[in-house]
């Protein structure tokens, strides 16, 4: 999982409440389990038209927000069902950071899992994030994690909250495979140990 310390780029506002996994991932998408190449059908029912030609009214179809890596969301981003492929299908897209003012439990959890960042922030920060982001690609936000910080916006710095063991991971690049290669060396030492202590196992 790739290391996540400070981001930089444009932000796409995207104030819609109640976005759940079925709009940012489609479920006809969902037969692949590899984690790439899912970022064309990121929130394929709005970015596309029937006849499957690009809405040009949809954010990130517009130039200025092509290569957005931060979102910023209504409430509740991420509700419905637990499929892991729209983190995945986020990430493919290119965006590593989401900010909302709350997220679906398993969703956020989610993101952690695939090395995106999800922020929660309170509605007038929201508002201001929004706000601000309509510059399209005359404005970038920054994300510091290690300070906890997004910075860019006139008014200052907002502070955010994060568990500190999942900050741990995202700065370090581990998922849950990364996290038990770490112990590969205590695992080889027990498992050296059971197998000279019960052979027969």
């Known amino acids: 999982m790739e290391k996540f310390e400070t981001l930089t780029g444009v ?45 040009e009214n949809f954010i990130l179809n517009k130039a200025a927000y092509r290569n957005a ?15 892991e492929h729209a983190p995945w ?15 679906a439990d398993i969703f956020y959890n989610n993101c952690f899992k695939n ?7 309170s509605e007038d920060e929201l508002e201001t994030l929004m706000h601000a982001a309509e ?11 290690e300070n906890q910080e997004i910075k860019g916006l006139e008014s200052g710095a907002i502070a955010f909250s994060i568990d500190s063991f999942r900050k741990h991971c995202l700065t370090n690049g581990l998922d849950d495979i990364g996290l038990t290669m770490a112990k590969a060396g205590d695992i080889d030492t027990f498992e050296s140990k059971t197998g000279n202590d019960r052979p027969w196992v």
């Open 135 to 145: 510059r399209g690609a005359n404005f970038t936000l920054t994300i510091d994690l």
């Open 11 to 55: 932000a796409a506002p995207l104030p819609i409440v109640n976005i759940d996994t079925d709009m940012i991932i489609p479920k006809q998408f969902l037969k692949t389990i590899k984690r790439t190449g899912l970022g064309t059908a990121l929130f394929h029912e709005m970015r596309t038209n029937d006849d499957g030609s690009e809405n």
């Open 69 to 83: 890596k931060i979102l910023i969301a209504g409430d509740n981003f991420g509700c419905g069902s637990s499929r």
């Open 115 to 121: 090395g995106i960042l999800p922020i929660q922030v």
């Open 89 to 103: 299908a986020l990430l493919d897209f290119g965006i590593r950071c989401v900010i909302s003012t709350s997220f």
